[in-house]
């Protein structure tokens, strides 16, 4: 029997690289595409010794050609950082519409099931909280980060009418904040910042007052999740995350306290239109899936304190952006 098939975009990206992992551990065989913009090929590197996997350097924002079948997608591809899509706002509007249009084509073509990688940022600023997947969202259309969160509600949109229209097997997958090894240390995100300043002797940069919140999940348990769904027959969308709230002056102490660093928090301006509160309702996610988050932030950011600390003086003083 001839194994099955699945295209990851986005693949050397944290997340993508992770499903790249898990699928070939599954007994898939593997096509890894990315275009390298904020990917990094040392995040799959390991698996080129791999037949079963094969990568392909492309932007899924131009037409997608793949040769033979294919029975599922996952698409991955999109800059997912503040500090990513302010620096390329009209690639990441170009990938989350563009690519995913693309990639919904290549499924009906190809009659594979794909999901799509939405996110939390859908629900903008929440007025609900915690957020479930009824709330629809308080998004700033012409704010920075209007250019990924809108992509991301097109990205529903479109994949919804194709599920309507075309018959396409879809899933939808609203990530809440992910953490954990092959992060980019310079994404601007605030658990790289954090750590990569603890280990730099700086201060670590928090910003506004610090007391707004988010809820971190680490990275294996989201794969879990996302494995789950494009398991599972649901069509709508799931929120994947880790409920476990917390502000961010309290995460900067327990960096601080993790890392043994005696460097202090300060206090910088507070980015526009920065989402105030965000926790996962995962009581969907739990019903249909039977998943739920196993891996406690102290287990977490210990593993991911020890991924950083592995990295080489030179990665870990590179904190310059490569798009600055
Ligand atoms: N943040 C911070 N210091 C940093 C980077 C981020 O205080 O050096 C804050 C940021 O303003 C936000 C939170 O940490 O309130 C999470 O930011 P991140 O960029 O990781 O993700 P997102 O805002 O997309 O949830």
Known sequence: MTNKRILITGAAGFLGSHLCDRFIKEGYDVIGMDNLITGDIKNIEHLFKYKEFEFVEHDVSKFIHVQGELDYILNFASPASPIDYLKIPIQTLKVGSLGTHNCLGLAKEKKARILVASTSEVYGDPTVHPQNEEYWGNVNPVGPRGVYDEAKRFQEAITMAYHTYHKVETRIVR???????????????VLPAFIGQALR????????????????????????????????????????????EITIKQFGEEIIKLTGTKQKMVYKDLPTDDPKQRQPDITLARKLLGWEPKVNRAEGLKITYDYFKSLSPEELTKTAHRFA
Do not use: H, K, W
């Open 175 to 189: 990530i809440f904040n992910t953490y954990g090894p092959r992060m980019r240390l310079n994404d601007g995100r």
């Open 201 to 244: 002797g700086e201060d670590l940069t928090v910003f506004g007052d610090g007391s707004q919140t988010r809820s971190f999940c680490y990275v294996d348990d989201l794969i879990e999740g996302i494995y789950r769904l494009l398991m599972s027959d649901y069509a709508s969308p799931v929120n994947i995350g880790n409920p476990d």
